[in-house]
């Protein structure tokens, strides 16, 4: 496999990884995540997913992290 190739595939699997990973935050983490439970509109979980498909790693680390304590109550 050509250098080319590898990086073609591995651009292929983040940018999946990414859309992925965006579309399940947006629909079921983005509140989770947020410091203070609040509401979010339609329009700005439109507005997180492509910075959520890019920064996916980042996005999914502080989600899993966000599980693990407990939720406050405002």
Same mark, same amino acid.
């Given at each position: 496999?050509?250098? @080319?190739?590898?990086? =073609?595939?591995?651009?292929?699997?983040?940018?999946?990884?990414?859309?992925?990973?965006?579309?399940?935050?947006? =629909?079921? @983490?983005?509140?989770?995540?947020?410091?203070h439970?609040?509401?979010?509109?339609?329009?700005?979980?439109?507005?997180?997913?492509?910075?959520?498909?890019?920064? /996916?790693? /980042?996005?999914?680390?502080? /989600? =899993?992290?966000?599980?693990?304590?407990?939720?406050?109550?405002?």
């Amino acid at each position: 496999m050509s250098t @080319g190739m590898f990086l =073609l595939y591995g651009l292929a699997f983040y940018a999946a990884a990414g859309l992925v990973t965006a579309v399940l935050f947006v =629909l079921f @983490g983005v509140t989770r995540a947020l410091p203070h439970p609040v509401s979010v509109t339609v329009g700005a979980r439109i507005l997180f997913i492509p910075g959520a498909a890019l920064l /996916w790693p /980042w996005v999914l680390a502080r /989600w =899993l992290k966000s599980r693990q304590r407990p939720r406050q109550r405002p």
